[in-house]
C-alpha cells in the first residue's frame, strides 16, 4: 500500500522556522522524484520545490529561493522541506508528490497546515 505522510507543519511567527518531513511507503523511494506543493485558501495548487530521485538536481519557486531547503534521504525515505524566514504569504497546506521516474505514475500525501501569523 502506498503512502506519503506529512508531518512537521505548525502555527510559526514571521520570520520563524519549519521543518516540513514526508515519509514515503509502498514503493521504491529512490526511483521517484519528489515535489513539495502547496495551496493556499481560494488558491490553485502550486509547486514549491522539487528534488531529483538521486538528489542532485533540485527545483524552487522563485519566491521561495533562499528560504526554502529541499532535501532527502533515500535510506529512511523520506523527503524534507526546510523553511526559514516564513512569511505570512507562506501559510498554506503543503502536500508531498512522488513521480516515478519510470512510469511517470505520481502518489500525493494528504498535506500538512502551516500557518505564519503573529
Known amino acids: 500500500q502506498v503512502q506519503l505522510v506529512e508531518s512537521g507543519g505548525g502555527l510559526v511567527q514571521p520570520g520563524g522556522s519549519l521543518r516540513l518531513s514526508c515519509t514515503a511507503s509502498?514503493?521504491?523511494?529512490?526511483?521517484?522524484?519528489m515535489s513539495w506543493y502547496r495551496q493556499a485558501p481560494e488558491k490553485e495548487r502550486e509547486l514549491v520545490a522539487s528534488i531529483s530521485n538521486t538528489g542532485i538536481t533540485t527545483y524552487y519557486k522563485e519566491s521561495v529561493k533562499g528560504r526554502f531547503t529541499i532535501s532527502r534521504d533515500n535510506v529512511k525515505n523520506t523527503v524534507f522541506l526546510q523553511m526559514k524566514s516564513l512569511e505570512p504569504e507562506d501559510t498554506a497546506v503543503y502536500y508531498c508528490?512522488?513521480?516515478?521516474?519510470?512510469?511517470?505514475?505520481?502518489?500525493w500525501g494528504q498535506g500538512t497546515q502551516v500557518t505564519v501569523s503573529s
Open positions: 509502498g514503493f521504491t523511494f529512490s526511483m521517484y522524484g
Open positions: 508528490k512522488a513521480v516515478s521516474t519510470l512510469s511517470g505514475v505520481s502518489y
